[in-house]
């Protein structure tokens, strides 16, 4: 069965730290993979994609995003944490159809 | 600006009611979808619709229902038959099937039942 899990439902780091917000899938096709943000009580909005063209992604904010293959997984990064990136941050899968996969997400926390 | 449009924002229903939803959306995306979120539970897809006057269930359509008469229009529907209707939903669209196309987000309709 396809699924995404995202290990953490809660990441707290200091600001100017490094963020890593990890995701795992799990997919017998080849995958499409998202990263978006969602700010409280507002829509999502995309991060970043992988869609096998580059295995390293880099999207909005500073962020980026490794596909590996080997690790089933596409973990969501960035160098330096900053105030303004405290938000839930869901990682999303699609093997190519209409249904696209959500985690649970993970709320990131930036202490000052 | 083009994007998807919600309303109304905060939305309170009495047990026994209808509330219907509104969602439009000036991309010119073939498709649209309606997911519901709840804490910790990521999104769940309720309904979709791929092209005007077609829809199909998603893995929680009970309760619910949706019409797609308009391009730009996917309103949702929720029924008294929906026994825990308090959550946050999202609508959102895409240019065609989701595949490698990201989806776009409407800012959501908080619904509680009072």
């Known amino acids: 069965a396809q699924s995404v899990t995202q290990l953490g439902s809660h990441v707290s780091v200091s600001e100017g730290a490094l963020v890593l917000l990890r995701c795992n899938y799990s997919?017998?096709?080849?995958?499409?993979l998202f990263w978006y943000v969602q700010y409280p009580n507002q829509g999502l909005q995309l991060l970043l994609k992988?869609?096998?063209?580059?295995?390293l992604v880099k999207g909005i904010n500073g962020f980026e995003a490794e596909f590996k293959k080997s690790e089933t997984s596409f973990h969501l990064t960035k160098p330096s944490a900053h105030m303004s990136d405290a938000a839930e941050y869901f990682c999303?899968?699609?093997?190519?159809?209409?249904?696209?996969?959500f985690g649970a997400g993970t709320r990131l926390f930036v202490k000052a | 600006d083009g994007g998807i449009t919600q309303s109304p924002k905060y939305l309170f229903r009495k047990e026994g009611q209808n509330v219907t939803l509104s969602c439009e959306q000036n991309?010119?995306?073939?498709?649209m979808y309606w997911y519901r979120q709840d804490p910790g539970q990521g999104l769940r897809l309720i309904y979709y619709?791929?092209?005007?006057?077609?829809?199909q269930k998603g893995d929680i359509a009970e309760g619910y229902s949706v019409s797609r008469e308009k391009k730009e229009s996917f309103p949702l529907t929720v029924t008294s038959a929906q026994k825990n209707p308090t959550a946050f939903y999202l609508c959102?669209?895409?240019?065609?099937?989701?595949?490698?196309?990201?989806?776009?987000f409407g800012q959501g309709t908080r619904l509680t039942v009072v």
């Open positions: 992988y869609t096998s063209a580059a295995t």
């Open positions: 991309l010119n995306h073939d498709a």
């Open positions: 997919s017998s096709v080849p995958p499409y």
């Open positions: 959102a669209s895409s240019i065609r099937e989701t595949g490698n196309t990201e989806a776009f």
């Open positions: 999303a899968f699609n093997s190519g159809g209409f249904k696209t996969i």
């Open positions: 619709s791929q092209i005007v006057n077609d829809f």
